[in-house]
C-alpha cells in the first residue's frame, strides 16, 4: 500500500490547528480572568445567573447552579465548586448554610442543602444592563454579558489560580481597603504599593514579591506564640494550607526525627488554635524555628499575574492591573453618568411638555378632530408657541405620549408641584453635569463612598515583616547517633550494634579521614562506607575551627613530612589529597586539635632506623615550629632517613636528655 506524503503533511497541520483551537479555548475560556471584571467565565456567569434569579431572598445553589447551565456548557459539579470557592471569598455571594472551612479544609454540604444570594456589595459595584456588553450564549437562546461592568478590581481582592495549556495564572489576594486606597492614588498619579493579604493571617515576607509577576514570591509563617514552659501555641496558618495538613506536616517531621514533640492538639474553631506541647529540655525559641524550617508553618508561595487583556492572555503586575481597573471604573462612571444625563434631559423634556400641554388646555384643540393625523397635528399646532422654552425639538413620538395622558391627571394636575419637580430635575441634570467635568474627583468620592460603606472588618490580617530563612542545619534536633564500624569500614546511624562516635541529626554531614591519606565530606545516612580502620569519622560543622596535625612519608622512600593545616571551604563528595600524592606514601601520625595554643603543643619522639654511623636514633620534634597553612600544603621536612614510628612525648620527657 502507497503512502502519500500530502496527506501526512495535512494531517500534522490539522493536529496543529485543532491544538491550537483547544489551547486558546482553555486559556480565554477557562483557566485565565479578564482583565475587566477579574472573573474567570464560569464565575461571570454564576454571577450573571444570580442576578437574574435575584429577587432580594436565597436561593438554593443547585437552583442557581441549575440556571448556569443556559451559560455554561459543562458539568453542574464543576459549576457548584465554582461557586462555593466564590462564596468563601466573601466578597460577592452572601452564603447560607455549611459552605465549608477554608481553615480546616473540611467540604461545603450539598448543593441542594446550602443558599445564597448577591451581597448588596456586589449589586453597588457590578450588575448595570445599560453599561454591559452582551453576546449569545452558546445555543443562541439567551445574552449573556462579555464581561461584567466591575467597578472594582475584584481580581486582585479575590486572588486566582488557574492552569491552562502551556500557561498557569495564579494571583494571590490582596487587602480591601489597600485597593481603594491605591485606586485613589492610581486615580490622582500618585505612586502606590501593593502587597497580599490573606484571610488566614499569618506572618509576610514580601521582599521578593515583583509587583506579583512571573518569578515573584512571598513567604508566608503560621503566628506562633510560647504560651508557657514547654507549649507553643499556632494561632494564624500560612495561606494554602489547611490546620490539619499543618499538623500533619508536624507530625511527619516529628516521626522523621527532625523535630521532638509530646504531643499535638487541635482546639480549631473560629481560628486556628493548634497546641504543640514540647518534651522537657526542648527550647522553645529553638523549636520555633525548626517549625518554620521542617514544617508547612512557613510556606512560599509563587506568584504569576496574568490575565486576559485585548482577547490575549498577558503578563501584567498587580499595580498595572490595578491602574487599568481604576481607569476601567472611571470609564464606566462616566457612561453612567452620560446615561443619567440624558435620561434627566428625557425627563425634563417631556415634563415641561406635559406642563405647556396642561396648563395651556391644548388637550382642548383635539375635540374636534376625527382622524388620528388631525388630533397630531391640533397638538403640534397648539405646541408651536412654545417650541422655543423646549431644548429639543418636539417629535411625533413626544405627540403620541401627550395623547396617553389620562384624563385623572390632568384634573389632578398641580402646576406648583409640576414647577419644583421641573426645578429639582434641572438640580439633578447640574449636578450631573458638574461630575462630568471632574470625573476624576467623581470618581475618587465613589471609592471614598464604597470604602466607608463596606471597608469595616476589612483591614489587613497578615503582619507585613522581613525575616531570613531558618538554617535547617542549625536547628535541627541531634535525635540520632552516628556509629563506626571500623573493621569492615562503614558508619551510618543506622549501624546500632556498632561503636557509637556521637549525635547527629539527619541534615549533618560527615568529614573522613581514610588510612589512604584521603579526606571527604559526605551527608549522614543510614550506612555509608569511609574505608578500614579510618583515622577519623565525625559530624561536620562548617563553622568549626578545628586544626589537623599530620606527619607522613613523601612517596616509599621520601623525605618525612609534617604539616597543620584546617579544612577550609569544600565540596561535598570530593575526594581531598592530604600529602603530595605521590605513590607509596604514608601516614605515620595523626591528631586534632581545638585550638592553635593545644595544637603547638604537641612534643613527639621520632624513632629513626638504626643504621651504621647512626648515633642517636630517637629525637624530639615539637610541631610548634609547623606554622598552619591550608591542607593542600606540602609540610615542612622532619627527616630524610627512614623511620620506624612516632609516639607522644611523656610529660617529664627531658628533650636535652633523649629518648
Known amino acids: 500500500m502507497m503512502h502519500d506524503p500530502d496527506q501526512h503533511a495535512s494531517l500534522g497541520a490539522m493536529y496543529q490547528d485543532y491544538f491550537l483551537d483547544y489551547a486558546s479555548y482553555v486559556i480565554l475560556e477557562r483557566a485565565v480572568p479578564h482583565i475587566n471584571d477579574g472573573l474567570k467565565p464560569v464565575q461571570r456567569r454564576i454571577l450573571h445567573s444570580m442576578k437574574e434569579l435575584d429577587d432580594g431572598r436565597y436561593n438554593k445553589v443547585a437552583n442557581v447552579v441549575g440556571n448556569t447551565m443556559k451559560y455554561h456548557p459543562h458539568g453542574d459539579a464543576s459549576i457548584a465548586d465554582a461557586m462555593v470557592q466564590l462564596g468563601q471569598r466573601d466578597l460577592m455571594i452572601d452564603c447560607q448554610g455549611n459552605w465549608g472551612n477554608t481553615l480546616t479544609g473540611d467540604g461545603a454540604a450539598a448543593p441542594r442543602y446550602i443558599e445564597a444570594r448577591l451581597t448588596k456589595f456586589a449589586l453597588d459595584i457590578s450588575f448595570n444592563g445599560k453599561t454591559t456588553d452582551w453576546t449569545p450564549s452558546y445555543d443562541g437562546r439567551n445574552k449573556e454579558p462579555i464581561t461584567l461592568p466591575m467597578k472594582f478590581p475584584l481580581l486582585l481582592a479575590q486572588g486566582v489560580e488557574g492552569i491552562a495549556v502551556g500557561l498557569a495564572c495564579k494571583m494571590l489576594p490582596h487587602n480591601f481597603i489597600e485597593l481603594i486606597d491605591a485606586s485613589i492614588a492610581a486615580l490622582r498619579k500618585e505612586p502606590f504599593e501593593l502587597l497580599p493579604d490573606f484571610p488566614t493571617g499569618g506572618i509576610m515576607d514580601a521582599s521578593d514579591y515583583r509587583d506579583g509577576l512571573r518569578g515573584g514570591r512571598v513567604r508566608v509563617r503560621a503566628r506562633i506564640s510560647s504560651e508557657k514552659k514547654g507549649l507553643l501555641r499556632i494561632t494564624e496558618i500560612p495561606f494554602g494550607t489547611t490546620t490539619g495538613a499543618l499538623m500533619d506536616s508536624i507530625v511527619a517531621a516529628a516521626d522523621k526525627g527532625k523535630i521532638k514533640i509530646a504531643k499535638i492538639e487541635d482546639n480549631t474553631a473560629a481560628h486556628a488554635d493548634i497546641l504543640v506541647h514540647l518534651p522537657s529540655g526542648v527550647d522553645p525559641d529553638n523549636m520555633r524555628d525548626a517549625l518554620y524550617a521542617f514544617t508547612d508553618c512557613e510556606l512560599s508561595l509563587a506568584s504569576n499575574a496574568c490575565v486576559i487583556a485585548d482577547e490575549k492572555p498577558q503578563f501584567l503586575g498587580v499595580s498595572e492591573i490595578l491602574k487599568r481597573n481604576a481607569e476601567q471604573t472611571k470609564d464606566l462612571l462616566r457612561m453612567e453618568l452620560e446615561i443619567r444625563l440624558g435620561e434627566l434631559a428625557e425627563k425634563w423634556h417631556f415634563s415641561s411638555l406635559e406642563k405647556i400641554f396642561i396648563e395651556n388646555r391644548i388637550y382642548r384643540d383635539i375635540e374636534e378632530q376625527t382622524t388620528w393625523e388631525g388630533v397630531i397635528g391640533a397638538i403640534d399646532k397648539g405646541l408651536k408657541p412654545f417650541k422655543k422654552l423646549l431644548k429639543r ?47 476624576t474627583k467623581y470618581s475618587i468620592r465613589w471609592f471614598e463612598e464604597l470604602k466607608k460603606k463596606y471597608g469595616k472588618g476589612r483591614e489587613r490580617k497578615t503582619e507585613i515583616s522581613s525575616f531570613d530563612r531558618v538554617d535547617r542545619s542549625q536547628v535541627i534536633l541531634a535525635t540520632e547517633t552516628l556509629y563506626l564500624d571500623e573493621k569492615n569500614g562503614f558508619a551510618g546511624y543506622g549501624l546500632k550494634k556498632e561503636t557509637p562516635v556521637e549525635k547527629c541529626s539527619t541534615l549533618d554531614d560527615v568529614i573522613i579521614f581514610g588510612q589512604d591519606s584521603k579526606m571527604r565530606i559526605v551527608k549522614v545516612a543510614e550506612k555509608f562506607f569511609v574505608g578500614p580502620r579510618p583515622m577519623r569519622v565525625a559530624i561536620w560543622k562548617k563553622d568549626e575551627d578545628l586544626i589537623y596535625s599530620l606527619i607522613y612519608r613523601d612517596g616509599k622512600e621520601g623525605a618525612i613530612l609534617a604539616k597543620r593545616f584546617r579544612v577550609g571551604g569544600i565540596t561535598r563528595d570530593k575526594e581531598y589529597e592530604l600529602t603530595k600524592g605521590t605513590p607509596g606514601s604514608r601516614i605515620y601520625y595523626f591528631a586534632v586539635h581545638k585550638s592553635e595554643a593545644e595544637s603547638a603543643d604537641q612534643l613527639l619522639i621520632v624513632h629513626i632506623k638504626p643504621a651504621l654511623r647512626l648515633k642517636n636514633v630517637s629525637r624530639p620534634f615539637n610541631f610548634g615550629e609547623v606554622p598552619i597553612k591550608g591542607r593542600s600544603s606540602g609540610g615542612n621536612i622532619v627527616t630524610k632517613l627512614p623511620i620506624d614510628r612516632i609516639v607522644r612525648a611523656p610529660k617529664d620527657y627531658d628533650p636535652e636528655a633523649g629518648a
Do not use: G, H, P, Y
Open 393 to 439: 425639538e418636539v417629535t411625533q413620538d413626544d405627540i403620541v405620549r401627550l395623547t396617553e395622558i389620562k384624563i385623572k391627571r390632568i384634573s389632578k394636575f398641580d402646576s406648583f408641584k409640576a414647577d419644583e419637580e421641573i426645578k429639582a430635575l434641572e438640580k439633578d441634570i447640574e449636578e450631573t453635569e458638574k461630575n462630568l467635568k471632574q470625573l
